[in-house]
Each structure stands twice: as C-alpha cells, then as structure tokens.
C-alpha cells in the first residue's frame, strides 16, 4: 500500500513560478513510476509528467514542456513538479500518483494504482 500527499498549490500571477511536491510512503518505491496529473473544472484528468524511478526517464505533457520539469529526492521519498512561466490554462487541482513502472508512458492513460489528494493551482491573468 502507497500513501501520497501532494503539497505546494496556491495562488501566483501569470508568468510566475510554484513548485509542487509530492511524498511517498508505505513501500519500496524503487519499482514505480510517479506522475502528475490535473483536473481544471469541467475537464478530463490529464497527465502532465512523471518519472520513472527505476531509469529515471521523463514524460511531459507537450504543453507543459520547457516550462515544468520533473525530479525526485529518493531519499526523502519525494518527486518534485517546478512549474515556471505559469499560464491561465494551468490552472487546475493537481494529484500525483504511483504504479508499478511497465515501461511505456502510455501506462498514464490507463489509470494509476494509487492516488493522493489533490492541491489546487490557481494561475491569475
């Protein structure tokens, strides 16, 4: 069993910067693949990155590329989303979730095993 908490959310202008955390706790995670996803009112949830913790490889949403870059603190059993140059359009609640790693990205289209609460992320024009 994974327990998530997701924290860092708030309220920043556009062009501004948060960063998001994510901590993981209740099992080995050596084996998983950590994502980030969002939900704006009235929208579909989305993928917007994640990292493998077995190769470390990377996946960003083509929107979110070049402005949001993924990392983790295995140490501390945390995964990071700094998220520079914010839009309107990013604003959104933000989960981070955990799977076993398959290999392929396309694992995030099909659901995660596990989910922490969300933090909302407001961007003001």
């Known amino acids: 069993e994974v327990q998530l908490q997701a924290s860092g959310g708030g309220l920043v202008q556009a062009g501004g910067s948060l960063r998001l955390s994510c901590t993981a706790s209740?099992?080995?995670?050596?084996?998983?693949?950590i994502a980030w996803f969002r939900q704006a009112p009235g929208t579909e949830r989305e993928a917007v990155s994640g990292?493998?913790?077995?190769?470390?490889?990377?996946y960003y949403q083509d929107s979110v590329k070049g402005r949001f870059t993924i990392s983790s603190d295995n140490a501390k059993n945390t995964v990071y989303l700094q998220m520079n140059s914010l839009k309107p359009e990013d604003t959104a609640v933000y989960y981070c979730?955990?799977?076993?790693?398959?290999?392929?990205?396309?694992?995030?289209?099909?659901?995660?095993?596990?989910w922490g609460k969300g933090t909302q992320v407001t961007v003001s024009s």
């Open positions: 990292i493998s913790n077995i190769d470390g490889s990377t």
């Open positions: 979730a955990a799977e076993l790693w398959m290999g392929s990205w396309s694992q995030l289209s099909y659901g995660m095993e596990y």
């Open positions: 209740g099992s080995n995670l050596d084996a998983y693949v």
